[in-house]
């Protein structure tokens, strides 16, 4: 049984939490590396790079490229190099679990027959829940990692099945080591004044997914009477922008336009994506607004996950200026200190407008923010990793012992 301190805490209260020495410890994961996003590839990496013990990475996910899907698979293993089983398994959140081609059917079997730790990193927790809790009782699981605050934890993971799992709360994202200390332009040699990419979310998700999508038009329309400033925002996913192209349109942006990252409906048994596409399927053309009104009602606000975004995090850390709605950002981020704060009905979008055109302002807010979030040290990823080095060593350590004591 686990302990009280370990059922729910914050990823932080790990280390303090920290067991004796275990030795040197073998750990696998299993990831998505071919991934696009850098702030994925930099979450594995944290993983890797600041753990003391034996880490070894694996991917099990079928290749996308539909000429690639008809090779043969590489076969993933839980042993080592020497054919020994791994103490750990990490399950990393760029793999989805319920579905084979992420985790084949074989080595669904061989997760849930895995004598070691299981720790399955977990984020977009507003889909398939039940599903979900059904197949980590099935595997086994011993921890979850999630991006959820710690209040929302048991809200989400209530089945008994999971009682005596551990759920940790953890940032979504942490600074990588890779943006610290780089020598980005200044405010005034970058040319776009306002940037932002999203993506076109489904209806389903609710309020606050939808304002993400919705934002990049409404400020586009107020940008399109204004003379002299460069935008640069979209939501459609043609647009999307990955890698190094991604870095170097932030740092040529003097700000960004965003909003906190979250849901503001959780969708436990996918009722709520289902009546949402059969109403679109007999409305095609119906609004959000239409949608919510006739059948979201139910579910808006059933649990509500608001926090910080890893591509805040990359924006202050090359000094481009934040534009973002008000919120509480995990308490990470203050109104006019950090961000300049954007009202949700745009009443303030003048104000705002004049900041945009204020490089010496935007200058000191960028260099005060990089000063108390990236300088301070208190979000890098070396966080993330020491955590997870803890909860793998305490469960290992509770692990053996009961394992002793039968």
Known sequence: MISKSLKSCELTDLITLKSEKVGT?????????????SVVKDHVHALISHSSHFVTLRAPRRPTARWQRYLPRKRISLLDETKKPFDVLIIHYSLCILFSSYIPGYLREEIRSFRGVKIQIIQDEYRWINRMMSEMKYLGIDAIISSLERDNLDKVYRSPDLEHVSK???????IPKRLEGLNVPPISQRKIHL???????PFWLGKMAYEKTAISEKVENLLNHEVGIVSDLSSREKDRIYGNAWTDRLINSKAVLGAEGGASIFDFDGSAETQVNQFLKKNPGATFEEVSEKVLVEYEGNIVHQTITPRIFESIALKTALVLFPGRYRGVLKPWVHYLPLERNLSNFEDILKCLKDDNLLQEMVNHCYRDIVSSGKYSDSI???????????????????????
Request: net charge positive; proline share 4%; charged share 25%.
């Open 384 to 406: 993330l990793g020491a955590g997870v080095e803890a909860l793998c060593e305490i469960l290992f350590s509770k692990k053996k012992f009961l394992s002793c004591a039968a």
């Open 168 to 174: 940790i709360s953890a940032l979504p994202g942490y």
């Open 195 to 201: 940037f932002y990419r999203s993506r076109e979310l």
């Open 25 to 37: 410890l073998r750990i696998l994961i299993l990831a998505d590396e071919k991934y696009p996003a």
